[in-house]
């Protein structure tokens, strides 16, 4: 699976969250390079691939924390964003956030503790998949909602009052939440 690459398909004219998006995937794209070649579909996965040196692995490492440092703050933005604009605390655009850095912390604590990469190099090619999809429905409904709503994001306030009833579903139109 080639790695994700930025592409103007991906920007929700935001440009805040464009900028944080562009980033996103050049982190993900690091990690990617560091951990070598994509595993073969049908080769075991056990291990960090088999090339990789101990200093390859513990690059790799190192970018996935930054990836994830990075990604903790890319979606505690977007959360706020979501509670500054009428979305309830609980919704499936803020719950799919907690799901998916759930996983990397997991993926990094067994990389790094236990030294065991597979589930990061899986990961990381999971994510280059899940990301255009939840941006181009989740993020681009909340965008859509800043928009809407005038939100401009260096103050945190909105132009147009919010929305009586609390936001439960992502507001991209597309899930059941
Ligand atoms: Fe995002
Ligand atoms: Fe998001």
Do not use: K
């Not at 979501?82 to 998916?100: K, Y």
């Amino acid at each position: 699976m080639p790695a994700l690459t930025w592409t103007e398909t991906l920007r929700l004219q935001q440009p805040q969250m464009d900028r944080t998006h562009e980033e996103f995937v050049a982190l993900l794209a690091d990690v990617r390079t560091r951990l070598g070649p994509p595993p073969v579909a049908d080769a075991p996965a056990d291990t960090l691939p088999a090339d990789a040196t101990a200093a390859v692995a513990t690059a790799a490492v190192a970018a996935f924390e930054r990836l994830l440092a990075h990604t903790v703050e890319h979606f505690a933005q977007e959360d706020r964003w979501m509670q500054a604009t009428g979305f309830a605390p609980e919704n499936c655009h803020s719950r799919q956030h907690a799901l998916v850095l759930q996983v990397m912390h997991e993926a990094l604590r067994l990389a790094r503790d236990e030294g065991r990469g597979e589930a990061m190099a899986i990961l990381v090619d999971e994510l280059g998949t899940w990301f255009p999809q939840h941006a181009s429905m989740m993020d681009a409904g909340l965008a859509q909602q800043m928009v809407a709503l005038g939100f401009d994001p260096e103050t945190g306030t909105c132009r147009q009052p919010l929305p009586e009833a609390a936001i439960r579903h992502c507001g991209g139109g597309g899930c059941g939440g």
